[in-house]
């Protein structure tokens, strides 16, 4: 090989591997900026939780497993006898209580009766109830939680102020979600991130006192 033909093919060889390189950089970076969007993101809904655990609020879930952030505390409770609803001892100190009935599947069972008795839990005793799901809202408008004509892409309303407030559709918007968190979720997992960024947007976690009573 004379030298001309090996200088050509230095430089071409240098070239390559400088585009190589450069190639090599710009997905470097561009991960690295992808990945620092996603945690900036991501710690949105962190904050939500933890804006959410931090307010005096028993909340507890029931039915299909709620696949939420690690972040947010919530229990699982497996009926509303005041075994379940009182908790263990070690659950933290509240003033209020929120069940959500998570529904998203359409698989939980629960008779009118039951729904009574939750709609009794939020008139007496002030209890926020959430219903995650379509499959039992009319049996939820039958007992008397609301009687607005809903859309039939209803997937999530909440009742609180002792049954006075109540907000249909309130977490079936995922654009609350910053983008990057919603392209990673399930549907299912959507509508319950939307809950809980909602929670912290809106002011439906909030006590109220009793009639009667004045508020501090």
Same mark, same amino acid.
Request: proline share 7%; no cysteine; charged share 35%.
């Given at each position: 090989m004379d030298a001309k033909r090996l200088i050509v093919t230095l430089v071409f060889a240098i070239i390559l591997i400088g585009f190589f390189i450069w190639i090599v950089g710009v997905s470097v970076d561009d991960a690295a900026r992808k990945n620092r969007i996603w945690r900036e993101q991501a710690q949105k809904v962190t904050d939500a939780s933890n804006y959410v655990n931090s307010l005096p609020f028993d909340i507890?879930?029931?039915? /299909?497993?709620?696949?939420?952030? /690690?972040?947010?505390?919530v229990r699982h409770i497996y009926g509303f006898d005041q075994e379940n609803l009182i908790g263990p001892e070690d659950v933290k100190p509240h003033e209020g209580h929120v069940i959500i009935v998570n529904d998203l599947k359409g698989d939980v069972k629960l008779s009118s009766e039951t729904w009574k008795d939750l709609y009794n839990l939020m008139i007496n005793d002030g209890y926020e109830i959430v219903y995650l799901g379509h499959a039992h809202l009319k049996q939820v408008q039958e007992a008397g939680f609301f009687f607005d004509v809903y859309p039939e892409t209803t997937n999530s309303v909440i009742f609180w102020n002792y049954g006075k407030c109540r907000h249909i559709g309130f977490a079936d918007n995922p654009k609350v979600l910053p983008g990057v968190v919603r392209e990673s979720l399930t549907p299912e997992q959507v509508t319950v991130y939307s809950m809980i960024m909602q929670f912290k947007n809106e002011n439906y976690l909030t006590l109220i006192p009793e009639e009667g009573e004045s508020a501090s």
């Open positions: 507890m879930y029931y039915g /299909e497993d709620l696949k939420g952030p /690690e972040s947010f505390e």
